[in-house]
């Protein structure tokens, strides 16, 4: 038999992927990559479905800290918010589950790997890209896309085939992962109408305001109310803090891949409360240029990203220039929490650069005299009245 690792979620459109592969004489291993999204239970469920739709065997490989150190700190690190909106929950995640997916189809001596993508989105540009660079000699299979199946035309096979489950779409689709969480519906799919409140996964249950503090260690948050935790720990319990504020909705509106307009919601309490405090706390500890450069450079990761341009080495040029620019992003950021939204209360560290030592902005100047302000600003007015006076 050929045997053939199948990316898979438990959906309609992976569990087609399975019933017809193993009919036509594939070794089928499903195979899942949990980066925020499984719990234990979900996880027993999806291997007895696998198993029941006649895969060989179903693994799934545990890519919480994977993710977390290969993208996610580097997604904090560059401020990344894709259209100053998105911070890349769902693309981001893909990159990882990809690469995971190679290294078991090239573990278990895989000649196929397959994934249940559609022609008309960004996934299916994310995994290629990934599986033709880092394994051009597997072949890669994409029955959805290349069939151009219709949701009834899956359903109709699989209950000709024995299967004859429940596949009643849900209103909203949800995925759910470590940087936070996706929401589609009919609304997205045009241009007009909001999402409503019960399409988002975390209800809003807190109704007074609740003040936080982070810990930020050279750029990583590590500790929240004082309360040290690993990376990922604190990514978990600050979301468990905010997402009963629901904070962090909103509609993500940018360009997809294959050149066509796209809408997405999303739910990112976490995500997003960690890049504005982590950004704050820049904001006093680095200098200037830092936060330039870091500006346009974060942006143009983040692009590269959500394009499935992971593996170009310049993005391990920028990685490497950001960690560098981690150095003195040390510190306490404090929040308050409200129903919908957050507040930046301010920061303290040991390398805030507003040391009241040389002067207070507005107020009073300690280390130059009135003269040698005069004599800056005038020197600076040079190029602007060499400027005015050839060009009267």
Same mark, same amino acid.
Request: charged share 20%; glycine share 8%; with cysteine.
């Given at each position: 038999?050929?045997?053939?690792?199948?990316? &898979?979620?438990?959906?309609?459109?992976?569990?087609?992927?399975?019933?017809?592969?193993?009919?036509?004489?594939?070794?089928?291993?499903?195979?899942?990559?949990?980066?925020g999204?499984?719990?234990?239970?979900?996880?027993?469920?999806?291997?007895?479905?696998?198993i029941?739709?006649?895969?060989?065997?179903?693994?799934? /490989?545990?890519?919480?800290?994977?993710?977390?150190?290969?993208?996610?700190k580097?997604?904090?690190?560059?401020?990344?918010?894709?259209?100053?909106?998105?911070?890349l929950?769902?693309s981001?995640?893909?990159?990882? !589950?990809?690469?995971?997916?190679?290294?078991?189809?090239?573990?278990?001596?895989?000649d +196929?790997?397959a994934?249940?993508?559609?022609?008309?989105?960004?996934?299916?540009?994310?995994?290629d890209?990934?599986?033709?660079?880092?394994?051009?000699?597997?072949?890669? *299979?994409?029955? *959805?896309?290349?069939?151009?199946l219709?949701?009834?035309?899956? *359903?109709?096979?699989?209950?000709?085939?024995?299967v004859?489950? #429940?596949?009643?779409?849900?209103q909203?689709s949800?995925?759910?992962?470590?940087?936070?969480?996706?929401?589609?519906?009919?609304?997205?799919?045009? #241009?007009?109408?909001?999402l409503?409140d019960?399409? +988002?996964?975390?209800?809003?249950?807190?109704?007074?305001?609740? !003040?936080?503090?982070?810990? &930020?260690?050279?750029g990583?948050?590590?500790?929240?109310?004082?309360?040290?935790?690993?990376p990922?720990?604190?990514? !978990?319990?600050?979301?468990?803090?905010?997402?009963?504020?629901?904070?962090?909705?909103?509609?993500?509106?940018?360009?997809?891949?294959?050149?066509?307009?796209?809408?997405v919601?999303?739910?990112?309490?976490?995500?997003?409360?960690? /890049?504005?405090?982590?950004?704050?706390?820049?904001?006093?500890?680095?200098?200037?240029?830092?936060?330039?450069?870091?500006?346009?450079?974060?942006?143009?990761?983040?692009?590269?990203?959500?394009?499935?341009?992971?593996?170009?080495?310049?993005?391990?040029?920028?990685?490497q220039?950001?960690? #560098?620019?981690?150095?003195?992003?040390?510190?306490?950021? +404090?929040v308050?929490?409200?129903?919908?939204?957050?507040?930046?209360?301010?920061?303290?560290?040991? &390398?805030?650069?507003?040391?009241?030592?040389f002067?207070t902005?507005?107020?009073?100047?300690?280390?130059?005299?009135?003269?040698?302000?005069?004599? &800056?600003?005038?020197?600076?007015?040079?190029?602007?009245?060499? +400027?005015?006076?050839?060009n009267?």
């Amino acid at each position: 038999m050929k045997k053939l690792v199948l990316a &898979f979620s438990g959906g309609l459109d992976t569990s087609y992927c399975t019933k017809s592969l193993s009919e036509q004489g594939f070794e089928v291993h499903a195979v899942g990559v949990n980066t925020g999204g499984f719990d234990t239970a979900e996880i027993e469920t999806l291997e007895k479905r696998a198993i029941a739709l006649g895969a060989t065997s179903y693994t799934c /490989i545990d890519a919480l800290e994977t993710f977390y150190q290969d993208i996610v700190k580097y997604l904090i690190f560059g401020n990344v918010l894709k259209n100053n909106t998105y911070p890349l929950s769902v693309s981001a995640e893909r990159i990882t !589950q990809a690469v995971a997916l190679i290294k078991e189809a090239q573990k278990i001596g895989a000649d +196929y790997i397959a994934h249940g993508s559609t022609g008309a989105g960004n996934d299916q540009v994310r995994f290629d890209l990934v599986f033709q660079t880092l394994a051009p000699e597997i072949n890669i *299979i994409t029955p *959805i896309r290349d069939e151009k199946l219709s949701r009834e035309a899956e *359903i109709e096979y699989l209950k000709s085939h024995g299967v004859d489950w #429940s596949w009643e779409k849900a209103q909203y689709s949800i995925n759910k992962g470590l940087w936070g969480t996706s929401v589609g519906g009919s609304e997205t799919l045009k #241009s007009r109408k909001p999402l409503p409140d019960e399409a +988002y996964p975390s209800a809003c249950t807190k109704t007074t305001s609740e !003040q936080i503090s982070l810990q &930020f260690e050279k750029g990583e948050l590590v500790g929240i109310n004082e309360t040290a935790y690993s990376p990922v720990q604190a990514i !978990q319990k600050l979301q468990e803090l905010a997402g009963p504020f629901a904070i962090g909705r909103d509609i993500h509106v940018g360009d997809t891949i294959i050149g066509i307009k796209g809408r997405v919601g999303f739910e990112a309490a976490a995500a997003l409360i960690t /890049i504005k405090a982590h950004h704050l706390l820049e904001k006093h500890t680095l200098s200037k240029w830092q936060l330039h450069h870091k500006d346009y450079i974060g942006s143009y990761y983040g692009m590269m990203l959500h394009e499935g341009q992971y593996l170009d080495p310049v993005m391990r040029d920028f990685e490497q220039l950001l960690q #560098s620019s981690q150095r003195t992003v040390t510190g306490s950021v +404090y929040v308050t929490l409200n129903p919908y939204r957050f507040t930046l209360d301010g920061i303290s560290s040991a &390398f805030d650069l507003m040391d009241n030592s040389f002067g207070t902005y507005g107020e009073v100047n300690k280390g130059w005299s009135a003269d040698e302000a005069k004599g &800056f600003i005038k020197l600076s007015a040079n190029a602007g009245k060499i +400027y005015q006076h050839v060009n009267k």
